[in-house]
């Protein structure tokens, strides 16, 4: 199944931008790294999978990220939102070919704890991401560290400049201290805090 467009910038970028991720919910954080992003790619596609292969769904349903994400990213007219059924770089990588006519360069946004998961990933075969770094790149952003990638796949990763109080936030902490009645609401959006509110039932 193809990807499943709810916003799509205008016009045909060079160089896509994807960012993957359950948005559970959005933070500060991704949204710093698509902006950061911009200054490389013409437009970031933020991609909420329909599964995913290391975590399942709970809090937030589908359709509550969809309304949360549409809300933090209106302002900006380079982002997209799209839904994949798949949960794969390599997955999501052939999805956005299929639906960008121009076969953009494609750069995959993450953190480096992301990072270091999807390079580590057990694909079953060896030399797999490797070969898997021919069809796309990686925008990497610190996250409690620099990412330091293997020397054979350096040269298709990049660093991505992002403030540095920007990577202990995460929505796995979002989620904590709401369950907690701690402070939240500086570490998501300032335009999805009332959905936040609604949604986590705080």
């Known amino acids: 199944m193809p990807l499943e467009f709810f916003r799509r910038a205008a016009g045909q ?49 589908f359709d509550q990220r969809v309304q949360m994400l549409m809300a933090a990213t209106a ?28 076969s953009p360069q494609l750069l995959f946004i993450c953190g480096r704890d992301a990072a270091e998961r999807i390079v ?21 952003a610190a996250r ?11 040269d298709r990763v990049h660093a991505l400049d992002v403030p540095c109080e920007i990577g202990a936030i995460s929505a796995t902490e979002v989620r904590d201290r709401l369950r907690r009645g701690a402070p939240w609401e500086h570490l998501v959006p300032v335009e999805i805090v009332p959905l936040v509110r609604d949604i986590y039932r705080v």
């Not at 380079?78 to 121009?102: M, N, P, W």
């Open 120 to 140: 580590a990933w057990d694909y079953g075969e060896p030399d797999a991401f490797r070969r898997m770094l021919d069809q796309f790149g990686l925008l990497v």
């Open 13 to 61: 970028p060079d160089r896509l931008g994807i960012l993957p991720a359950a948005f559970n919910p959005p933070t500060r954080a991704h949204l710093a790294l698509a902006h950061s992003a911009l200054a490389t790619v013409d437009e970031v596609l933020f991609v909420l999978p329909r599964g995913f292969p290391h975590k399942s769904y709970e809090d937030a349903t």
């Open 75 to 102: 302002s900006e007219p380079r982002y997209s939102i799209a839904a994949s059924d798949r949960g794969l770089f390599v997955e999501i990588a052939a999805e956005c070919r299929e639906a960008y006519a121009k």
């Open 144 to 154: 409690h560290g620099e990412y330091e990638p293997p020397p054979e796949i350096r």
